[in-house]
């Protein structure tokens, strides 16, 4: 028999130079997914499929054999075949790999699981460029051991009155909420309102680790040159926020003026790794601009707010 070859999933904040010891093992995640006796089991790999050690292969065949067991009621859902590399491409897919950008681009149909994979691996198929031979193109698998149709829009229990959840059930779907749950709306005060410029913060997620601070501004004809500069910290850190300028644009217009209503983002901010946050997280906005000829500068307005998404639950599991 062929020796077992392990799939590592390897943190998204993970140290340059990892070891295995900072990985989750794949096989683990399944197991204890598949231990839990659910109705579906989905994983996703969207990861390189080529062993590390060269000398695992021979004349282009794997001297390893995969070990993750499909058992009952589940999919395992690969990025590509055995032996092949998963792509990443700036011009096919901007902030995700090749296979993740086309399956988000389906996930939300109603259709059974299967179907909705068919499609991704359909629409990988036709984006294969003409630079790259379709035998060494990625070519995205997957194996079902599901005994009937599931779709992702299927409910979580039955709603007949007949599931009765247990305690550690109700847990769990507490956690999950208050890990989902978007921050409130900020009215946000400071010496610009003198001159009608009104500021206001919204909030979304990208990922239950990744929050999106959307600063909507109206202002009247006699504002120009608008800026804005975002900052976060918490008791004792300071955290990244980036200026997500090439997204905003797909938020509409970037200039909210005169009597328009506040439904647009006119500066966009990213604050990632939320699993690191610790307690109360604080936004020190600077606002700049040009009020009938007068060139204003206000600074550090502070508002807080509560541990954001998944940032909640550290107060929960930090012993």
Known sequence: ????????LVPVDAHEGFSLHECVKAQSVLKMMQDRDTTLNFLIL???RKP?????EVGGEPRMRESLQNNANTIISYACNPQYEAYESKRLAEDNGIFMTYFLQHVGEIKR????LMDVNTAINSARPETIPEEKWQKPSYVSSLARPVSLHDEVMPDDGTFEPD??????????TLAHTIPEPIDVEGDFLKDQVKVLLTFNAEFSNVLLIHVNVSYPSSVKDLGMSLTAYGPGQKYIVTDVKNQASSYGSRAVSGSQSLNRPLFLFK?????R???????ALCLSYNASGVQRQIGMIEKTIEPPLIAKLYKYFKG
């Not at 028999?1 to 590592?8: D, G, K, Q, R, T």
């Not at 946050?277 to 936004?283: D, E, I, K, L, N």
Request: aromatic content about 12%.
């Open 1 to 8: 028999a062929l020796p077992i070859c392990e799939n590592y």
């Open 46 to 48: 969207d990861m390189c």
């Open 52 to 56: 590390r050690d060269e000398s695992t």
């Open 113 to 116: 699981i299967e179907e909705i």
């Open 167 to 176: 305690s550690e059930f109700s847990s769990s779907m507490h956690y999950w």
């Open 271 to 275: 604050m990632e790794k939320l699993q």
């Open 277 to 283: 946050v610790r307690g109360v997280v604080t936004f």
